[in-house]
């Protein structure tokens, strides 16, 4: 069976529902993909970001504190193979610079934090959007 190719339902900025690990049931976004594998990971993988917890309900009656502490959320990077996420018909624009972001440089805790801060920062201003708000919704099932 050949690939098509161009025709990838894996690629950046496409929203997916982790299936499997920690993070299953959590949404996140392809940052990079890759399709054919590399040297350490054969497979075809992922690098995703996404919402770790969720932020929370709120009401018209709160106050602003409140609901500066209510729509608090965090936000993990992980790379994963593609057969254990469900891609989604959504996507939505994160701007990460990913061009020096590899699965091998995801290992050191620097690089992973300095990408949850880009990530983070960039969800934070979809969040106050009216834009996207399917990510900052929990899946429920």
Do not use: W
């Amino acid at each position: 069976m050949e690939r098509q190719v161009g025709k990838s339902i894996y690629n950046k900025d496409r929203v997916v529902i982790i299936l499997t690990g920690k993070y299953a049931g959590r949404k996140a976004i392809i940052l990079k993909s890759h399709e054919d594998g590399t040297k350490e990971r054969p497979y075809s993988h992922l690098i995703v970001g996404g919402v770790d917890r969720y932020p929370k309900k709120i009401t018209k009656d709160m106050g602003k504190t409140k609901v500066e502490k209510k729509s608090r959320f965090s936000v993990f990077v992980k790379t994963i193979n593609s057969n254990h996420v469900l891609p989604t018909r959504y996507c939505t624009k994160v701007d990460v610079d990913m061009r020096k972001v590899d699965s091998k440089a995801l290992l050191s805790l620097r690089n992973r934090r300095k990408l949850k801060a880009q990530i983070k920062t960039n969800m934070n201003k979809k969040f106050h959007s009216t834009q996207s708000k399917y990510i900052f919704r929990k899946l429920r099932f």
